[in-house]
């Protein structure tokens, strides 16, 4: 079954609103977490990598105060899209990093559309 | 980081023939994942691949494991309809290395 889940599934918001997108690891604690964005017929980018009580490390062309990421807890990453435009719309999707078995496990994505 | 790259980028089928596609990667791995997506959908994982291993099966699926090659494949067999997707190659490295994705093989099965 998942191991890494993604809520919600999909969200529709308005231009200028904040959207959050959580993502759990389900059966281990992960230090590390990863987002993804996925554009019409492209293929997946790497948008930043979540370390669990310190500061994500964005990849470069990501704004970092335009994609808000906490990884508070061990099993728990967030993603927040500030003052969503609809050049925004995209398929968000997160990695979990399990350190036991040294392995990451994809999360099934959040579609976003911003009208 | 780790990319995986896959070919084809497009096959076309007909429904109950066999599909394969590779995934080449550059580094030494961890592991490797394939994964499925359905046009607008999310990512579905099929199978986990581990460097020690050379085969494995699930259900229609066969993924095999070159490391000397630095590649991979997977077959699916007696395709349906419903294997109309794209598939993803996720090679890891271990470590936390990040892992970037190709551009995928679009499979599509005719009925």
């Known amino acids: 079954g998942a191991v890494v889940s993604q809520h919600p599934s999909w969200v529709i918001c308005k231009s200028g609103t904040s959207v959050k997108i959580e993502c759990r690891s389900l059966?281990?604690?992960?230090?590390?977490m990863f987002w993804y964005r996925q554009f019409p017929k492209q293929s997946l980018m790497l948008m930043a990598t979540?370390?669990?009580?310190?500061?994500?490390?964005?990849e470069q062309g990501v704004e970092k105060d335009k994609f808000l990421i906490n990884h508070a807890s061990l099993t728990l990453s967030t993603l927040t899209v500030t003052s969503a435009h609809p050049e925004d719309s995209s398929f968000y999707i997160c990695s979990a990093q399990n350190p036991t078995t040294d392995t990451q496990y994809f999360g099934p994505g959040t579609r976003l559309t911003v009208l | 980081s780790q990319q995986g790259e896959e070919d084809p980028q497009a096959l076309s089928i007909q429904e109950g023939e066999n599909a394969t596609m590779n995934c080449s990667y550059k580094?030494?791995?961890?592991?490797l994942q394939w994964y499925r997506q359905n046009s607008g959908r999310g990512l579905v994982h099929l199978i986990l691949?581990?460097?020690?291993?050379r085969e494995k099966h699930s259900g229609r699926l066969r993924v095999t494991l070159d490391t000397s090659k630095k590649s991979s494949s997977l077959l699916i067999t007696a395709s349906r309809a419903a294997d109309t997707a794209s598939y993803f190659c996720a090679p890891y490295s271990g470590g936390y290395q990040k892992v970037t994705f190709g551009t995928g093989t679009k499979l599509q099965v005719i009925p």
């Open positions: 691949i581990r460097s020690n291993e």
């Open positions: 580094t030494s791995i961890n592991n």
């Open positions: 979540s370390n669990e009580g310190s500061k994500a490390t964005y």
């Open positions: 059966d281990f604690q992960a230090t590390t």
